[in-house]
Protein backbone atom coordinates (compact mmCIF):
# COMPACT_ATOMS: atom_id res chain seq x y z
CA UNK A 1 0.00 0.00 0.00
CA UNK A 2 1.50 3.30 -0.78
CA UNK A 3 1.93 6.94 1.51
CA UNK A 4 -0.88 8.37 0.19
CA UNK A 5 -3.48 5.24 0.21
CA UNK A 6 -2.73 4.79 3.90
CA UNK A 7 -3.18 8.47 4.47
CA UNK A 8 -6.46 7.77 2.84
CA UNK A 9 -7.33 4.86 4.51
CA UNK A 10 -6.83 6.79 7.68
CA UNK A 11 -8.78 9.19 6.65
CA UNK A 12 -11.85 6.92 6.27
CA UNK A 13 -11.23 4.90 9.75
CA UNK A 14 -10.98 8.34 11.70
CA UNK A 15 -14.53 8.81 9.71
CA UNK A 16 -15.70 5.41 10.97
CA UNK A 17 -14.50 4.79 14.14
CA UNK A 18 -16.11 1.84 15.88
CA UNK A 19 -18.01 1.89 19.20
CA UNK A 20 -15.55 1.43 21.13
CA UNK A 21 -12.85 3.14 19.80
CA UNK A 22 -14.86 6.25 19.98
CA UNK A 23 -15.85 5.67 23.60
CA UNK A 24 -11.74 5.43 24.26
CA UNK A 25 -11.16 8.07 21.96
CA UNK A 26 -13.32 10.71 24.42
CA UNK A 27 -10.97 9.49 27.36
CA UNK A 28 -7.91 10.04 25.20
CA UNK A 29 -8.39 13.22 23.51
CA UNK A 30 -7.94 16.57 24.43
CA UNK A 31 -4.55 15.40 26.29
CA UNK A 32 -6.95 14.19 29.27
CA UNK A 33 -4.44 11.63 30.29
CA UNK A 34 -1.67 12.84 32.16
CA UNK A 35 -1.41 15.64 29.28
CA UNK A 36 -0.04 13.38 26.85
CA UNK A 37 -1.28 13.85 23.02
CA UNK A 38 -2.94 10.66 20.95
CA UNK A 39 -3.39 10.57 17.52
CA UNK A 40 -6.27 8.14 16.01
CA UNK A 41 -5.63 5.88 13.11
CA UNK A 42 -1.88 6.80 13.09
CA UNK A 43 0.02 5.44 10.08
CA UNK A 44 2.88 3.85 11.21
CA UNK A 45 5.40 1.64 9.56
CA UNK A 46 3.27 0.39 6.74
CA UNK A 47 0.31 -0.44 9.54
CA UNK A 48 -2.43 2.22 11.08
CA UNK A 49 -2.50 2.19 14.39
CA UNK A 50 -5.84 2.80 16.43
CA UNK A 51 -4.17 5.35 18.90
CA UNK A 52 -0.87 6.83 19.59
CA UNK A 53 1.46 9.06 21.54
CA UNK A 54 4.30 10.47 20.14
CA UNK A 55 5.76 11.24 22.82
CA UNK A 56 6.16 8.41 25.02
CA UNK A 57 5.90 5.71 22.28
CA UNK A 58 2.46 4.00 23.12
CA UNK A 59 -0.09 2.53 20.48
CA UNK A 60 -3.17 1.52 21.66
CA UNK A 61 -5.06 -1.41 19.75
CA UNK A 62 -9.17 -2.06 20.57
CA UNK A 63 -9.65 -5.11 19.02
CA UNK A 64 -12.86 -7.08 18.16
CA UNK A 65 -13.96 -10.62 17.66
CA UNK A 66 -12.14 -10.45 14.18
CA UNK A 67 -9.18 -11.01 16.24
CA UNK A 68 -9.37 -14.56 17.72
CA UNK A 69 -9.28 -15.59 14.10
CA UNK A 70 -6.20 -17.53 13.55
CA UNK A 71 -4.95 -15.77 11.23
CA UNK A 72 -5.84 -12.45 12.43
CA UNK A 73 -3.89 -13.73 15.36
CA UNK A 74 -0.84 -14.30 13.12
CA UNK A 75 -1.26 -10.88 11.61
CA UNK A 76 -1.52 -9.33 15.21
CA UNK A 77 1.46 -11.11 16.69
CA UNK A 78 3.58 -10.14 13.56
CA UNK A 79 2.44 -6.52 13.51
CA UNK A 80 3.35 -6.30 17.10
CA UNK A 81 6.51 -7.57 16.59
CA UNK A 82 7.55 -4.98 13.63
CA UNK A 83 6.14 -2.29 16.48
CA UNK A 84 8.19 -3.01 18.71
CA UNK A 85 11.56 -3.49 16.09
CA UNK A 86 10.25 0.29 16.11
CA UNK A 87 10.44 0.83 19.59
CA UNK A 88 6.70 1.27 20.05
CA UNK A 89 5.40 -0.10 22.84
CA UNK A 90 1.53 -1.78 22.21
CA UNK A 91 -1.23 -2.36 24.52
CA UNK A 92 -4.29 -4.29 23.51
CA UNK A 93 -7.85 -4.32 24.50
CA UNK A 94 -10.97 -6.02 24.00
CA UNK A 95 -14.46 -4.16 22.40
CA UNK A 96 -15.78 -4.99 25.34
CA UNK A 97 -13.21 -4.04 27.93
CA UNK A 98 -13.06 -0.64 26.48
CA UNK A 99 -16.47 -0.54 26.85
CA UNK A 100 -17.91 -1.96 30.34
CA UNK A 101 -14.56 -1.78 31.93
CA UNK A 102 -13.72 2.01 31.05
CA UNK A 103 -12.29 2.64 34.07
CA UNK A 104 -9.31 -0.07 34.13
CA UNK A 105 -8.13 0.61 31.06
CA UNK A 106 -7.89 4.37 31.17
CA UNK A 107 -6.08 2.97 34.70
CA UNK A 108 -4.12 0.59 32.85
CA UNK A 109 -3.33 3.00 29.63
CA UNK A 110 -2.26 5.67 32.75
CA UNK A 111 0.49 2.84 34.58
CA UNK A 112 2.07 2.34 30.82
CA UNK A 113 2.58 6.06 30.33
CA UNK A 114 4.66 6.41 33.67
CA UNK A 115 6.18 2.97 32.80
CA UNK A 116 7.45 4.33 29.36
CA UNK A 117 7.80 7.90 31.32
CA UNK A 118 10.32 6.15 33.16
CA UNK A 119 11.99 4.25 30.71
CA UNK A 120 12.38 7.05 28.27
CA UNK A 121 13.27 9.78 30.73
CA UNK A 122 10.30 11.80 30.20
CA UNK A 123 8.89 14.62 32.23
Known sequence: MSSNDLIEKCREYRKNLTEAEAALWKELRAKKILGYKFRRQHPMGGYILDFYCAEVRLAIEVDGSMHQDQEQIEYDRHRSSNQAEMDI??????????????????????????????ELGCN
Open 89 to 118: EVLRFWNDEVLNKTGSVIEKIIRKIEQQEK
